[in-house]
């Protein structure tokens, strides 16, 4: 695993843009007010980073060398989560640290709690684009992999858009009323106690993350360089 | 070290099935036009593919069941793939660092600088020579047992070449248990390196001899039409129509040289036999 | 040792391998009990296969001109001295047996052959 960590990170320090998108973030934290919109915005731009460890690694034939390496496919695909949310949180950490300390600078008032919760829940969000974003890289390589991120990505928005329509269409055929479900389970989940939430969500994302691995450890193992 | 048992693997237009062996100590070439299966038979012995049937044994295991501890035996030098270009040497030097235990360090800085191969020169700045000199250095620098290099001399010139033989040829004598696989298209390197030679063409094995033989029983006959005609035919291995007559490939020059005492017979390279025994009718 | 491989002669390079390295027992100047290169070392100066050293090698113990300790290496066998001495003796025999067959054609008598000798051994 250090030999990889070591050589993803090396990857990705050799790049100029990786300083210049450190810089960005103090820069346009200074500048919005919108600093959730900020950490988002560049916690996004690290995981894409991360990612881009995956097709550096295939450019050129490179991962027929790669196996050669002491590493097993398992170790390669372990690693590149591991990899891929240490750099996020080093995003997104300094992302957080310097919102709160412009915040204190300009004497905003903020409850500490709050913002962190915010904050938490970003970090909650983009890790799902890791879990989706390994395993199609994977399967069908960096090239391939961005177009059916991109498809993936209008498949989402469509549902956002239209998803009401579709879900009272499709729900109303059994004679249930789709919305006032999901708005019922809404509530019922925003109803419960911190810890409950607290433990639910971690539930979802170990949920997640697992299936996200075996899915990419399988794809992996069927590869032949 | 290796061991190949009808080793089979099929692709769309082409099959391999070889059965090979590398001894322990032992340096074996692996020559053949290309999409012979040198390639194929290199990616199945170091797990990079998966072989459709027959045995591989590499270090008495499947190579599916390689560990990394296993991998970190073996040195590998291929000659379509390496490290991202965008790394510099300096992280070649720790990225190795990192993955193998018994990395030597400061041989591998020395020798990258006895090269060339400046630590803060990126890969993608490399000329071919160096590519190859770092896949050879990189293969050599973490006391592999069993080392597999797949063209390792391609691209470079001649002085560039002896000077990886002979880091090769150092590399063994450390060691009397490290054995080499080599597939090269440059027989020279071979003659003054392997001591065994295997031929394949279209995925079979088409020859398998000891180097000294290939060199000193093999040789070539030049001789005119009506000569060939008087020739005794039943040590002529491979023949090739000429414009003044035929070339014969014998692995029995001793007899001609007995026989014919007038006849033209000259030693045998191995790029005369490849031509021989692999090139057209 | 000083051994000079021909490329280009058609004898087979372990022959020619074989040949030099007697020629340095026999001639002394490699002495008895003294260790050859190993292997390795020797085909990697001569830039050839190990194989073909070690078929050399195997060769030369077959005839008895070197052991081989495995694990140790090889060294120059100590009964060579006889085995010098008699291909020195053999030699010197043909030397004289063209000697002698060149004075009969010359028209030279037994006794006159030895009186030439005689000179010869007087005068060392």
């Known amino acids: 695993m250090t030999g990889l960590l070591t050589k993803d990170f090396r990857l990705l320090t050799q790049r100029k843009s990786t300083a210049v998108m450190f810089a960005g973030i103090a820069l346009m934290l200074t500048f919005t007010m919108n600093a959730s919109f900020v950490i988002s915005y560049f916690s996004l731009v690290g995981c894409l980073m991360a990612m881009s460890t995956l097709s550096l690694d295939q450019f050129d034939n490179g991962m027929a060398f790669m196996f050669t390496l002491p590493v097993t496919k398992k170790l390669y695909t372990i690693e590149k989560y591991i990899f891929s949310f240490l750099w996020l949180l080093g995003f997104w950490f300094t992302a957080c640290v310097l919102q709160f300390g412009v915040m204190i600078v300009q004497k905003t008032e903020f409850n500490f709690f709050s913002v962190a919760l915010d904050d938490v829940m970003t970090l909650f969000f983009l890790s799902f684009v890791i879990f989706i974003m390994i395993p199609i890289n994977l399967k069908f390589g960096a090239d391939k992999g961005r177009i059916v991120m991109l498809i993936i990505f209008a498949i989402a928005i469509i549902f956002v858009f239209l998803g009401e329509k579709i879900l009272t269409f499709a729900t109303g055929a059994f004679g249930i009323d789709g919305m006032k479900f999901i708005v019922d389970t809404g509530n019922f989940i925003a109803g419960q106690p911190a810890y409950i939430l607290a433990l639910g969500t971690s539930g979802i994302f170990i949920a997640f993350a697992l299936i996200s691995l075996a899915i990419s450890i399988h794809v992996m193992e069927k590869k032949e360089y | ?281 | ?124």
């Open chain 2, 1 to 281: 070290m290796i061991k190949l048992e009808n080793l089979q693997k099929n692709y769309k237009n082409f099959g391999l099935n070889l059965s090979l062996e590398v001894p322990s100590g032992a340096v074996i070439g692996l020559v053949g036009k290309n999409g012979a299966g040198k390639s194929t038979t290199i990616k199945a012995i170091l797990g990079l593919i998966k072989p459709d049937g027959g045995t591989i044994s590499v270090f008495g295991k499947d190579p599916k069941d390689f560990t990394c501890a296993d991998k970190e035996n073996i040195g590998v030098a291929l000659s379509d793939s390496g490290f991202s270009l965008v790394l510099k040497t300096k992280d070649v030097v720790e990225i190795l660092a990192g993955f193998y235990h018994d990395f030597d360090k400061e041989t591998f800085i020395a020798k990258c600088e006895e090269n060339g191969l400046a630590m803060d020169k990126t890969i993608k700045d490399y000329s071919t020579g160096m590519k190859a000199k770092l896949r050879v250095l990189t293969a050599l620098s973490h006391k592999a047992k069993l080392l597999v290099l797949d063209e390792p001399t391609a691209g470079l010139d001649v002085l560039a070449r002896g000077e990886i033989l002979d880091l090769i040829r150092k590399y063994l004598e450390e060691d009397s248990e490290r054995s080499i696989l080599i597939s090269s298209h440059i027989s020279s390197d071979l003659e003054g390196l392997c001591d065994e030679i295997y031929m394949i063409d279209d995925g079979k094995l088409v020859l398998h001899e000891d180097t000294d033989v290939i060199m000193g029983k093999y040789g070539i006959i030049k001789v005119g039409t009506e000569e060939y005609e008087k020739l005794d035919k039943q040590y002529l291995i491979a023949t090739k129509k000429e414009a003044f007559g035929y070339t014969c490939l014998t692995n029995e020059k001793q007899y001609y040289l007995d026989n014919y005492p007038n006849i033209v017979i000259e030693n045998n390279d191995i790029d005369n036999m490849i031509i021989l025994m692999l090139g057209g009718k």
């Open chain 3, 1 to 124: 040792m000083q051994i000079i491989i021909n490329n280009s002669s058609m004898i087979p390079v372990y022959e020619q391998l074989m040949a030099q390295i007697k020629q340095e027992i026999i001639s002394g100047s490699l002495a008895e009990g003294s260790a050859l290169p190993s292997v390795r070392t020797f085909s990697n100066e001569l830039k050839i296969s190990a194989l073909t050293v070690k078929k050399a090698y195997d060769k030369l113990e077959e005839e008895g001109f070197i052991v081989t300790v495995h694990g140790k290496g090889s060294y120059v066998a100590k009964t060579d001295r006889e085995l010098a001495v008699e291909a020195r003796r053999k030699a010197v025999e043909e030397d004289f047996l063209l000697a002698v067959s060149k004075a009969k054609t010359v028209g030279l008598s037994n006794d006159e052959i030895r009186e030439i000798i005689d000179i010869i051994l007087e005068e060392q």
